[in-house]
């Protein structure tokens, strides 16, 4: 057995979409030709509750894309693993507001990148009209909702704008998260570098007065003196990538990464129609990249960060698409941009 113990997990079940967003990172509109059967959904969400998972994220595409997306996630739930559902809110229906209930799910994270003009230039016309109603929906039925946000050189600074719209409705949680140059992003030539002090500041001086939980995901930081109040809970900090080490991603074709954001073949450590989740996660060779980090594999302004063996050089996928496939050091990192 692995010294590993695994929490969490990011599950595509589904490229099928109804955008085609110009910087999804994983070039999300059609399904894959050869996706997970349910039969072989189920066996995976039996595998995923063996090991001991406790949360899958579950995301697409689009996962209401995907007709038996209920069945799938109430084997999750079924056996104790709670999910969150990430939508991108387009089509919120009185039947999937249904499902969502009797499935009994965590959570639902709605995407939502900006204000109106911002968010429908990348996605669709009445995309952004689409969420709101989504998020209207969803807290009226009492379903917990929060709200993601991906952040580029082209939205960042209307932060403040979009948190004056979101303050007007009852969600429980707001993430602003870095794009990642992958996927569609790439081939768009989307411009994703932004100032990440700047989205800092801006969590810190709201934090204490805003109707809800705020705070930074694992791509942004690291280690400055707000370190503490960024990471969505009190007293929180980030402790290094968790890729392969408590967290792993599936893909539709059932391929396993340390994390779904390692959206590259380089990352895959096997398919779960060549073996069970099990034998790769105990494989001792898998995940290497995090299971055999050492501080003197850092690189640049990270290997002589004080903070190297908390930070670990923060986080992987990030780094990998942003600074030409280095995995040990962050251009992001906010310590190291003052």
Known sequence: MSEYRLISCVWEITLSCCFSCAYC???????????????????????????????????????????????????????????????????????????????????????????????????????????????????ENNIPTSVISALRSDNYKRLPKLYETLKNYPIFAWQLQACSPMGNAKKNGVEVAFDARYVMDFVVENLKTAPFSMGTADNIGYYTENEPLLRGAPGSTFRGCGAGLTSIGIDSIGNVRGCESMYDEHFIEGNLRQRTLADIWNDENAFAYNRKFKPEMLTGKCADCPVDMLCAGGCRSYNYFTNDKKLYENILCARHNK
Not at 29 to 57: F, H, M, P, Y
Not at 91 to 110: F, G
Request: hydrophobic share 40%.
């Open 25 to 139: 990172g994983s070039c999300g509109g059609k399904a894959r030709e050869n996706e997970l059967t349910t039969e072989e959904c189920i066996d995976v969400a039996r595998q995923l509750s063996g090991l001991g998972c406790r949360r899958v994220s579950m995301i697409g595409g689009e996962i209401f894309m995907r007709a038996d997306w209920q069945t799938i996630v109430k084997a999750l739930t079924s056996r104790n693993v709670a999910v969150c559902v990430i939508t991108n809110g387009f089509v919120m229906t009185d039947e999937i507001i249904r499902a969502l209930k009797d499935c009994k799910v965590e959570s639902v994270a709605v995407s939502l990148d900006g204000p109106k003009d911002v968010h429908d230039a990348f996605r669709q016309q009445g995309s952004y009209d689409r969420a709101l109603s989504a998020i209207k929906t969803l807290t």
